[in-house]
């Protein structure tokens, strides 16, 4: 039953609430208008626009088994480099006669089903061993890839297919996957298989003997998130109608999901927004002007996020003002 003495708190908040929902749904529709139009505007970069969504979507697909449960996933790369081989091999080597739009969201199945597979073992790890296991899981997949026959994948040429080249149907394609994405994470803040999730991130054994099917629920969010990382990987394929091995299997682009999802806030729905974008834009400035130090130059921002500001931004805000903790779940 509350006090009096919290009364007036429970009326700041409610008070807080419904402007910040406000605003965030305003925020929201105004970002998915502005990368509508984005191709139709004069003198609009196509690349950096879809490449910053492309990093957004893949922080987000991350973030929905680092965030919500914990294992933090350091081979991530390895299921949007899938998606962008699946897509290659079936168009570009097998000839399937899909119509593209439907293949490009239908084809990262698979990535899903590959995830499972994988799972099944690797989810039994746990902290540095789960993410030293997906390390590997990337290094092995690469060198397979890398070794397939050359007419099946590509070899280390990489399979390009430039009669599908058509960049801005697949940005519309990436600014649908955005929403999708950004809309499943909404559902998962304030579902029960999301508070499933967060117990087992806060104590895994606690969860299970309090009925939590802990595997099953690993497992759907380790194929979730491999499966928006694999239509990413799709829909850029799409973009720019080539994919090889150096290209794709990037630890480096792990290392970039990570950090932006643990920037803006893991396990939110702003944060690897915040996050994802914040270190894209920072990435672009630094390669543009200091092309031969901007990776030094870019782990030291990733350095200074790590020291002062731990939690993320959304971490910060909820800090010094706790009414908006609940809000940017």
């Not at 002007?289 to 990776?295: E, H, I, N, Q, T």
């Amino acid at each position: 039953m509350k006090t009096v003495e919290e009364a007036p708190l429970l009326v700041e908040e409610r008070d807080l609430a419904r402007p910040l929902n406000l605003a965030l749904a305003a925020l929201g529709i105004v970002a998915a208008v502005m990368f509508a139009l984005q191709p139709v505007l004069p003198g609009t970069s196509l690349v950096f626009w879809f490449n910053l969504m492309k990093a957004i979507v893949l922080a987000l697909s991350l973030n929905l088994i680092t965030g919500y449960t914990g294992y933090v996933d350091f081979g991530h790369v390895v299921f949007y480099g899938l998606g962008t081989y699946v897509a290659g091999i079936a168009i570009g080597m097998l000839g399937i006669a899909l119509p593209l739009p439907l293949w490009v969201f239908v084809g990262p199945l698979l990535v899903a089903v590959i995830a499972v597979v994988v799972g099944l073992p690797a989810l039994r790890l746990r902290g540095a061993y789960f993410a030293i296991a997906m390390l590997s899981f990337n290094a092995a997949t690469r060198l397979i890839v890398l070794n397939l026959p050359r007419d099946f994948a590509g070899g280390a040429f990489g399979i390009p297919s430039p009669e599908i080249y058509d960049p801005r149907a697949a940005y519309y394609g990436m600014v649908g996957l955005l929403v999708a994405i950004v809309l499943v994470t909404v559902w998962l803040g304030h579902s029960r298989f999301g508070v499933g999730l967060k117990a087992i991130r806060d104590d895994e054994i606690a969860a299970g003997a309090m009925g939590v099917r802990t595997t099953r629920y690993k497992l759907a969010a380790f194929a979730a998130s491999a499966y928006f990382a694999g239509a990413a990987g799709s829909v850029d394929y799409w973009f720019v109608a080539f994919t090889s091995n150096e290209l794709v299997f990037s630890n480096v682009q792990t290392v970039e999901m990570v950090a932006g999802v643990f920037l803006g806030g893991a396990g939110t729905v702003v944060g690897p927004i915040l996050g994802a974008g914040t270190l894209y834009l920072v990435r672009d400035f630094l390669w543009a002007r200091f092309p031969f130090l901007y990776l030094p130059m870019f782990g030291l921002v990733i350095a200074a996020v790590v020291l002062w500001v731990p939690r993320g931004v959304v971490g910060f805000v909820e800090d010094r003002v706790p009414s908006l903790r609940a809000k940017f779940k």
